[in-house]
C-alpha cells in the first residue's frame, strides 16, 4: 500500500471542482482511494462564514458567557450560535462545546475552523461530506473510493487523528464476524473501520499549514472479500459514553 | 509512503525472539517504522493464560453475573478476575467491562484476546508495551522505530481501528502548535497522535484470522521538524469523558 500527496494544489476557492483541481495534478488509477480534506472540501462548496451571519440567542450567549469564565478567552456568543446551528445535540457545553453535527459527526465547535480561513471568519464542515465525496467521486475518470477527512481528538487518548466524515466507492467499514483465526477461535475483531484507517494514513502524508498538502492518494489498499457496512457514527442508544454525557455537568476543582 | 506486511511469519511461540523473526523475513531501511501486533508481542512473551490461574474474588463474581445477565451470554468470574488484575480502574462493569490496564490503555476487558489464543484459554496484553517496543528495536540492525499495536473501539464512532500500545525510536506525537497555515493564523490541530496513526495504517495492511500478518512495517513515513511528546494516554484529570463515566450507571430500558 503506498500513499503520497497530490502535489501543487492552489488554494481553493468557491466553485473550483475539487475533481479536476486532482486530475490535472495526478493520474489516478482504479482502486485509488483519494482523501480529501474537508477543510478544501468546505472551500469549493463555499462554506465560509462570517461572525455577523449568526447573531446569538440566549443559548448561545450563556454558553459563550460560561466558556469565557472557564477559559479565559473570550469566545464571541455569535461563534457558539453558529456551532449550534450545525448542531443536533449538545454533548457537552464546558469546558470546550462537543456537539453532534447535523450529519452525525461528534466533534469539538461542530468542526468549525478558526485557521485555514483565508478572509472569511471561519469555515463550516461541508453540510454533507458523503455527498461530497459522491460527486468529487463522478468527477474523476478512474474508479476510486473518496473519503473526505478531518482531525479529531478523543478520550482516553491524547492527540488528534484524522478521521473520515464523508465517503463513497468504498464501505466504512469490513466486516470480519465469523472468520477464524489458526486455531479456529472467532475473532475478537470484529468491524474494522477502513475510511477512518484511511483517514488517518492520509493524516501521516498531508501535514498542515503552509505546507500542508489536502489531498492524499492510497494506492494498492486491498479491501479484500469481505461485507462492508456503511454505518460510521454511533446512535446513543448504541453509545454508552453519549449517554454518560447527558448526565453529566462540567465541575471547576 | 509505503506500508507491507513481513511475509511467511511463523506461528510465535514463548521466548521467540520478534526481531529476528522480522530480521530473517525483510531488508528494514534506516528510519522504516515497525508496527507489531500485540498478539504475537504477547505470544513471544508467554502472556498466554489459564482460567485457573485466576480464583476469582467478590468483586469479579459480581461483575461476571451482572454480564452474565445482562447478555445472555455466559462470563466466566475468573475471566472477569484476570481483567481486573490487569486493571487499575474500572470505567465500566456494564454492559461491558471497560478498564484502564496498567500501563494506561483503556479497553475492553483489558484487551485480554480469547481468539488467536492456541491451547491457552487467553492471551493478555504485554506487561509493559512501550518495553516490548524498546526491546524489539534493539535487537534489530537497521535504525528502525517499533510501535507494537492493538484494535479497538471508540465512542461516538462504530468499527474498531488500529491504535498503539507501545513504542520506542519515534515519539508519540508530534506537535503543531504555533504553526501558522496560509493566511498566518494558528492551526486548530495542535499535536498529532503519530503512533496512532501508523497503528492505523498498518492494520488496514496486515488483516487479521489465517491470513493474518501481525507485522507491518511503514516506509519513508516523514516526521517532519517538530517537537515530539511521549504522551499517549490521557490522566483523568484531563478526560471529561473519564469523569462522566465515574459518575454514570447502565441501567437497561
Known amino acids: 500500500m503506498h500513499a503520497f500527496a497530490v502535489p501543487d494544489l492552489p488554494e481553493v476557492r468557491p466553485g473550483d471542482s475539487l475533481a479536476d483541481l486532482v486530475a490535472e495534478r495526478t493520474d489516478l488509477a482504479d482502486g485509488d482511494v483519494v482523501c480529501v ?35 479565559g478567552d473570550y469566545k464571541d456568543p455569535r461563534f457558539a450560535q453558529a456551532v449550534l446551528e450545525e448542531s443536533v445535540e449538545v454533548l457537552m457545553e464546558a469546558p470546550f462545546l462537543l456537539t453532534e453535527t447535523v450529519f452525525g459527526h461528534v466533534g469539538v465547535n461542530a468542526g468549525i475552523d478558526r485557521s485555514n480561513t483565508g478572509d472569511a471568519d ?30 479529531s481528538g478523543r478520550p482516553f487518548r491524547h492527540g488528534q487523528r484524522g478521521v473520515a466524515l464523508g465517503w463513497a466507492g468504498i464501505p466504512a467499514s ?42 492524499v492518494v492510497v494506492r494498492d489498499f486491498e479491501f479484500g472479500d469481505h461485507d462492508g457496512s456503511e454505518e460510521l457514527y454511533r446512535e446513543v442508544a448504541d453509545d454508552f459514553v453519549r449517554q454518560a454525557l447527558r448526565g453529566w455537568e462540567y465541575a471547576r476543582d
Request: aromatic letters at 2%; zero cysteines.
Open 37 to 71: 480534506a474537508s477543510t478544501v472540501v468546505s472551500k469549493a462548496e463555499g462554506r465560509t462564514a462570517s461572525l455577523s451571519d449568526y447573531p446569538a440567542g440566549p443559548r448561545a450567549r450563556e454558553i459563550a458567557s460560561r466558556l469565557g469564565e472557564i477559559t
Open 122 to 151: 471561519f469555515l463550516l464542515l461541508p453540510r454533507d461530506p458523503t455527498g461530497s465525496a459522491e460527486r468529487i467521486r463522478e468527477g474523476l475518470d478512474a474508479d476510486v473510493a473518496v473519503v473526505v477527512t478531518d482531525t
Open 174 to 215: 469490513r466486516d470480519w464476524r465469523g472468520e477464524t483465526d489458526r486455531d479456529g477461535h472467532e475473532l475478537a475483531v470484529t468491524v474494522e473501520s477502513v475510511v477512518d484507517e484511511l483517514a488517518a494514513t492520509a493524516n501521516l502524508v498531508s501535514g498542515e499549514g503552509d505546507a500542508g498538502t489536502p489531498v
